[in-house]
């Protein structure tokens, strides 16, 4: 199956920068909720159409997607940047990654858990911001690891960049328990060990929150 990998940007004309505000609201977890729904729009095509694309913030002020159709182009946006994505892949290629994910794991009885969490959960309050990230890391890559048992793929190092929760958009309670997800950036190398189930899972993306930005792996062949 061909995918596509688009840019895609916000227009620059005077009426689509007066609906920025509304658009890409400055809260962290409204503006996931807000740019997933502006990203239906160049996607949703019908009116039973089912998501099948994954998206990303991207640094340079718009989004990246891989998606199994081209974007539509509206007046909303600037003209999207598409090309299609059909790398090339024989087992034993490196590849570099960048991967923003919601880690998960099933516990014993049925629990799902965040990876992140679960391994915060028994360091005490106070220690917890100095070890953030490492364990982010351990957590993170072994999860990762996993996944590539099932996808193709043997990681070869991973490092978490960021770990940042989130709480669900239109969650409106008490501040105390509120329902909150982990976002973890991993960056690293990775050998591809069968392309065909690699490919596939590319499309589909990782881990779970895909609706807010989460799943996409960027890749590029190692030098």
């Known amino acids: 199956m061909t995918l596509f990998l688009s840019r895609v940007r916000l227009s620059r004309s005077p009426s689509a920068r007066a609906l920025a505000p509304l658009l890409l609201p400055s809260e962290a977890g409204r503006r996931r909720s807000a740019a997933h729904s502006l990203l239906w729009s160049v996607f949703a095509d019908d009116a039973d159409r089912r998501r099948d694309f994954l998206w990303r913030e991207d640094n340079s002020d718009g989004y990246l997607t891989l998606s199994a159709r081209p974007p539509i182009q509206t007046d909303l946006f600037q003209p999207h940047e598409v090309k299609e994505f059909t790398p090339v892949m024989a087992p034993g290629d490196r590849m570099e990654f960048t991967l923003r994910a919601n880690a998960t794991r099933m516990k014993k009885g049925g629990a799902r858990v965040d990876v992140v969490m ?3 959960h028994g360091i005490p309050p106070a220690m917890r911001r ?6 982010a890391t351990q957590a993170g890559a072994d999860w990762l690891a996993r996944q590539g ?4 793929f043997r990681v070869l ?4 960049d960021d770990y940042v929760t989130a709480v669900l958009p239109d969650y409106r309670g008490p501040r105390k328990g509120q329902p909150q997800f982990g976002i973890i950036d991993l960056v690293g190398h990775l050998e591809v060990t069968d392309p065909e189930p690699f490919l596939a899972q590319l499309g589909k993306g990782f881990g779970r929150a895909k609706a ?5 792996m960027l890749i590029r062949r190692a030098p």
């Open 118 to 120: 679960d391994a915060l």
């Open 212 to 216: 807010f930005g989460c799943g996409l």
């Open 157 to 160: 190092n991973a490092v978490a």
């Open 130 to 135: 100095e070890k953030r990230l490492a364990l």
């Open 149 to 152: 048992e099932k996808a193709g």
